[in-house]
C-alpha cells in the first residue's frame, strides 16, 4: 500500500441537497461518462445521468427508448468519474409505472449496480405514491414536474407548460403531491416563469429548474447542449462553449495531416533500438 495519504473527498448526498432550500443556488449538470463526470465534478454539486442520454448520445428521437441497463452502463461511467458531486441517476420509461413493487426493485436495482445516491422520477398521477414507498425503503428520489420528456408522445412533442389555468393547477399540484412523498428535490422543467417561481415558494424542497426561470434554488441543462455541440438547443439553454466547432476544427486538421503525410511525424513515430557499437 501507498505510505501517501490520500484525500478524503465526501461526496453530497440528499440531506446536503435538500438543505440548500432558499440559500446559494445549486450548480447541476448532465453527465454520461466517466471524463466528462470528473470535468464537471468540481463545479456542480449534483450530476444527473440523464435518460436525456438516448438522445445526445444515442442518437434516438426522444427518451421513451432508453433501457434501465442503458442508464446503469451510464451511472456506473458516472460514478467512475465523479468524486463529490451527488450523482443522480434517471429512471427510464417503464421501470416505475407499473406499481411500486416493481418499481422499488429496478430503483433498487440502479442503487446497487451503480452506486449512485438518488434517482429521479417524472411525475404522474401514480408517481407521488411511489415516491413515498420509495423513500420509506431507502432510496433517495428527486422529482421532476412541469414537461415530462417521457410523455412526449402522448403530449404530442416537447411544449412548455404552465401558460392555461388548468396547467398551472395541474403542475402546481403535482409538484406539492412530490414534496410532500418525500423527495428530497423537485426538478422542473419548461414551465412559465411565474408558475415556477410559485412552485418555489410553496415547497419545503429545493427546486431545480430548466427551463423555468432564475427563481428556482438551483439549474440543470443538458451538458452538450450548454456546451454547443448541436446545431439547435431549446430556447432556454444559454451555450457556454463551442464544442462543434472545435471538434469540426480538430478533425479537419487531423484529417489534411493525414493525406499530405505530415501525420504522423518524427516525434510521433517509433523506431527500432541500434545495436550498441554499430
Request: proline content about 5%; charged content about 25%.
Amino acid at each position: 500500500m501507498s505510505s501517501q495519504k490520500q484525500e478524503t473527498v465526501r461526496r453530497l448526498a440528499a440531506p446536503d441537497i435538500q438543505a440548500r432550500k432558499g440559500k446559494e443556488p445549486l450548480v447541476c449538470l448532465t453527465a454520461y461518462d466517466a471524463p466528462t463526470a470528473a470535468l464537471l465534478d468540481d463545479h456542480c454539486d449534483l450530476l444527473l445521468v440523464g435518460d436525456s442520454v438516448g438522445m445526445v448520445v444515442h442518437g434516438l428521437p426522444n427518451t421513451v427508448g432508453v433501457t434501465l441497463e442503458m442508464m446503469i452502463l451510464h451511472g456506473q461511467a458516472v460514478m467512475r468519474g465523479a468524486r463529490r458531486a451527488m450523482v443522480v441517476v434517471d429512471m427510464p420509461f417503464g421501470s416505475y409505472e407499473g406499481g411500486k413493487e416493481l418499481a422499488y426493485e429496478n430503483c433498487a436495482r440502479v442503487m446497487k449496480e451503480t452506486g449512485a445516491q438518488g434517482v429521479k422520477l417524472e411525475s404522474g398521477p401514480t408517481v407521488p405514491q411511489t415516491i413515498a414507498y420509495l423513500v420509506e425503503r431507502g432510496i433517495p428520489v428527486m422529482g421532476h414536474v412541469g414537461l415530462r420528456p417521457q410523455a412526449v408522445l402522448t403530449e404530442g412533442g416537447f411544449k412548455a407548460k404552465g401558460r392555461t389555468e388548468s396547467e398551472r393547477l395541474r403542475v402546481m399540484a403535482e409538484a406539492e403531491a412530490t414534496a410532500d412523498a418525500g423527495a428530497f428535490a423537485v426538478v422542473i422543467e419548461g414551465v412559465a416563469a411565474d408558475l415556477a417561481g410559485e412552485i418555489t415558494r410553496a415547497i419545503p424542497v429545493p427546486t431545480v429548474g430548466i427551463g423555468a426561470s432564475a427563481e428556482c434554488d438551483g439549474q440543470i441543462l443538458v451538458t452538450p447542449d450548454m456546451l454547443g455541440l448541436f446545431d439547435w438547443t431549446p430556447k432556454f439553454v444559454r451555450r457556454y462553449g463551442d464544442m462543434r466547432g472545435h471538434i469540426v476544427e480538430g478533425v479537419a486538421a487531423y484529417a489534411d495531416d493525414v493525406r499530405a503525410r505530415r501525420f504522423p511525424a518524427e516525434v510521433e513515430t517509433y523506431f527500432s533500438r541500434k545495436p550498441v557499437g554499430t
